[in-house]
């Protein structure tokens, strides 16, 4: 079992920066894939970063690409979202989440079991 706890979020305007934190319980948390979602409203849920066990792969969403870094310190039980150059578009609710189990990068919600409440973020124009 892992419970989540995302910090971080805010109101930043556009071209600025967050740092997104997601601290994990548990014991099994080196051995879960980590994700990061968003969703806004009145939008589905969509994926934005993922990163693997180790921290040594990560992938991302085409949107995001090039302005957020997803990191992880196991140790800490912690993974990050680093968000730079903000846009208005970036304004979302985003959940931090774990997967079942797999390790590797994942990208589908379906394949993450342990989901955070969620932390807004809100970027202004």
């Known amino acids: 079992q892992v419970q989540l706890v995302e910090s971080g979020g805010g109101l930043v305007q556009a071209g600025g920066s967050l740092r997104l934190s997601c601290a994990a319980s548990?014991?099994?948390?080196?051995?879960?894939?980590m994700g990061w979602f968003r969703q806004a409203p009145g939008k589905e849920r969509e994926f934005v970063a993922s990163i693997n066990w180790s921290g040594g792969r990560a992938v991302y969403a085409d949107s995001v690409e090039g302005r957020f870094t997803i990191s992880r310190d196991n140790y800490a039980n912690t993974v990050y979202l680093q968000m730079n150059s903000l846009k208005p578009e970036d304004t979302a609710l985003y959940y931090c989440?774990?997967?079942?189990?797999?390790?590797?990068?994942?990208?589908?919600?379906?394949?993450?079991?342990?989901w955070g409440q969620g932390t807004q973020v809100t970027v202004s124009s």
């Open positions: 548990g014991r099994t948390f080196s051995s879960h894939a």
């Open positions: 989440a774990a997967d079942r189990g797999y390790g590797t990068v994942q990208t589908t919600p379906g394949s993450y079991d342990y």
